[in-house]
Structures are given as C-alpha cells and as structure tokens.
C-alpha cells in the first residue's frame, strides 16, 4: 500500500456498522468516503461509527465527506459518530471548529457502549 492509498473496512458490532478508514483522505479519493457511507445510510443502517484511528492525513474534502454524510443520517434518523481522533487529524478537527459538529467518541469501545 502507498502512503496516498485509502483504504474503507466494514465490519459489524451489534446494530453498530464500523467503518475503518486507514491512509489519506483528500481531493481524490473523499468521494468514494462518502459514497460508502451514504450508501450505508440511505440502506437502512441506523448507527454507523467511523473509526479514523488508522488516518494519516485529510483535507478539507474529508471534512466535506463526513459532513455530507452526517446530514445525510439525520435525514435518515439514523446515528453517526466518529472515533479514535489522533495526533494530527485531532488537531484538525479542533481547528476548523469541526469538534462541535461531529459526535467524537475517544475509543471505539467507548463509541459502541453508547452507541449499541
């Protein structure tokens, strides 16, 4: 795997679907983000966790993708939540305000206690 690739798991905890997003997230690929995780919602899910512990860089389309599909859950009724902010993609996050916007878990054991 390259330093640029992005790679999106999906796995199940419960009711939970996680989806594990590892590598960079930009312009090229935060599409294919948020095609997954509309795809997702607009399938009925109704919790989704998106773990970013494995991030190792996004840009201001990341931000895009996630805020598009966290709209897209509320439209849907459904929960969405992220986890595993680190280091840099925390700061980010604090930075452009976006700590606010997001429901931010610390772990993804602690996500799914209160999401499941």
């Known amino acids: 795997m390259n330093n640029s690739a992005l790679s999106i798991g999906e796995t199940r ?5 996680v989806v594990t997003l590892a590598g960079r997230i930009d312009s ?3 599409n ?3 095609a997954a995780l ?7 899910e109704k919790s989704i966790l998106v773990d970013l512990g494995a ?3 996004l840009t201001s389309a990341a931000f895009r993708a ?3 599909a966290t709209d897209e859950a509320e439209r849907q ?4 939540a992220l986890c595993s902010l680190a280091g840099h993609v925390r700061e980010l996050f604090e930075m452009g305000g976006l700590t606010e ?3 931010i878990h610390e772990s993804r054991e602690d996500a799914l206690r209160q999401l499941g």
């Open 13 to 17: 905890a419960g009711s939970v679907c």
């Open 28 to 30: 090229s690929n935060a």
């Open 32 to 34: 294919d983000v948020m």
């Open 38 to 44: 509309t795809r997702l919602i607009t399938a009925g």
């Open 55 to 57: 991030v190792l860089y």
């Open 66 to 68: 996630l805020l598009v």
């Open 77 to 80: 009724a459904a929960r969405f």
């Open 101 to 103: 916007v997001f429901a």
